[in-house]
T-cell receptor
């Protein structure tokens, strides 16, 4: 049972436009959400996070939105740049001593010059 | 460079064999996490060690085991390998005992079972 779902395996966007990556979750205990970016032959790197007490968090060109009632979060990248081309993973954690992350399957973003 | 080192980068082995994957965490990090990424899947949490002790267990098969040594490096042992064990295995490390924004991933070990 996939508790974190990224239903779009791939997304192509023109340079300078907005990229919107979506993520849905089913576990209502999740209270902390993260986005990771992964380039080929590298490990995932942390991008941005949001706590369930917020509905928006912004860091430069990256903004994450959380809709708790819909159990949905999205990552907006504005403006998109060719260097943003990577696989983006959504992850979530629930309260607990270890808080291990549950990851989605990832979305391959391609930003076209 | 995340500071987390995984060896080897690639491994090809036959079914039924046993392999050991190694992870050196960032200097000062006490936690090591192991994740498995199969084709078109997200990263699946396997196991976490904190300062030498097992702290959390995920969907780790009985054929798999791990340990963290006094110098804090960790090894993931995979035995009686099956074709379905072919995957990318990632190690991550963090200072504290929880997986949060301060966790850093290694480059991964790509295991191919033939």
């Amino acid at each position: 049972d996939q508790q974190v779902k990224q239903n779009s395996p791939s997304l192509s966007v023109q340079e300078g436009r907005i990229s919107i990556l979506n993520c849905d979750y089913t576990n209502s205990m999740f209270d902390y959400f993260l986005w990771y970016k992964k380039y080929p032959a590298e490990g995932p790197t942390f991008l941005i996070s949001i706590s369930s007490i917020k509905d928006k968090n912004e860091d430069g060109r990256f903004t994450v939105f959380l809709n708790k009632s819909a159990k949905h979060l999205s990552l907006h990248i504005v403006p998109s740049q060719p260097g943003d081309s990577a696989v983006y993973f959504c992850a979530a954690s629930a309260p607990g001593s270890a808080r291990q992350l549950t990851f989605g399957s990832g979305t391959q973003l391609t930003v076209l010059p | 460079d995340s500071g987390v080192t995984q060896t080897p980068k690639h491994l090809i082995t036959a079914t039924g064999q046993r392999v050991t994957l190694r992870c050196s965490p960032r200097s000062g990090d006490l936690s090591v996490y192991w994740y498995q990424q199969s084709l078109d899947q997200g990263l699946q949490f396997l196991i976490q060690y904190y300062n030498g002790e097992e702290r959390a267990k995920g969907n780790i098969l009985e054929r798999f085991s791990a340990q963290q040594f006094p110098d804090l490096h960790s090894e993931l042992n995979l035995s009686s390998l099956e074709l379905g064990d072919s995957a990318l295995y990632f190690c991550a490390s963090s200072v504290g005992a929880t997986m949060n924004t301060e966790a850093f991933f290694g480059q991964g070990t790509r295991l191919t079972v033939v």
